[in-house]
């Protein structure tokens, strides 16, 4: 009881000291002189033209400029500016909108892009040296295309691996192909197929569904993944379990 009556006493000793504060230092209204007779001078006006809006700050990219005089190229801070075509004519460029061939082939072009502004042309093609530094960097170019293709093409194109089921009985042999599943070619193995070893991500996860697939349907003779191309193909036999 005695501890009690001392947690009250100083709860009321605070509530006191707090409402003591509160009167000290509230401001009264009839303290709150109002100005009756205000200067021109401390007016506050609106321009006639109304005030200016501030510019947006524009965002800058970078440009690889070639300089004549001294054979470099720098690059150079420029402003960005924004574009002025209509939404109907940008809504044609968006890439959701493209087919598979075309969705493909801008994506490429957007990987070449991002190359030429790493590895920029060494010359102007109306240099006098032109003949002897544009043909080797338009080789490094074009092997670089084949590089951002095939990385393209992995990217996007699952392989198809078709089973081989077998439909008759002992003596007369017929079968007849099925797509069992579609991998992913993560790593880009899928360009070769027929030179890839055991230890390799695409045929350890081939092998694996050819094996759940025999197990569930035991006329399944192999397997065969097909490269991206679809011209050869990599044999699959299913394991004993």
């Not at 109304?50 to 510019?55: I, S």
């Not at 093409?153 to 077998?166: A, E, I, N, Q, Y």
């Not at 694996?208 to 397997?223: D, I, Q, W």
Request: aromatic share 8%.
């Amino acid at each position: 009881m005695g501890h009690s009556n001392i947690r009250i006493k100083v709860r009321r000793r605070k509530v006191a000291n707090l409402a003591a504060y509160s009167r000290r230092n509230t401001v009264k209204n009839s303290i709150i002189k109002i100005a009756a007779n205000i200067p021109e001078s401390a007016k506050w006006t609106i321009p006639e033209g109304g005030y200016k809006q501030p510019k947006p700050m524009m965002k800058k990219h970078v440009e690889w400029v070639y300089d004549k005089e001294s054979h470099v190229t720098r690059k150079v801070h420029v402003a960005s500016t924004f574009p002025t075509k209509k939404y109907e004519e940008i809504q044609k460029t968006l890439w959701k909108n493209l087919g598979k061939a075309a969705k493909w082939e801008a994506y490429t072009q957007d990987k070449l892009k991002k190359w030429e502004k790493k590895h920029p042309k060494p010359c102007p093609d109306d240099d006098l040296f032109k003949d002897e530094m544009i043909p080797a960097w338009e080789a490094e170019k074009e092997q670089a295309l084949i590089r951002i293709r095939d990385f393209v093409v992995s990217m996007f194109d699952k392989l198809p691996l078709t089973g081989r089921f077998k439909t008759s009985k002992t003596g007369t042999e017929k079968y007849k192909e099925e797509k069992i599943a579609e991998l992913k070619d993560i790593n880009g193995d899928g360009h070769r197929v027929n030179e890839l070893d055991k230890d390799s991500k695409l045929l350890k996860k081939a092998q694996e569904t050819v094996n759940k697939v025999h197990a569930k349907r035991a006329n399944l003779v192999a397997g065969n993944l097909k490269d991206h191309k679809r011209k050869k193909g990599r044999m699959i036999l299913p394991k004993a379990a």
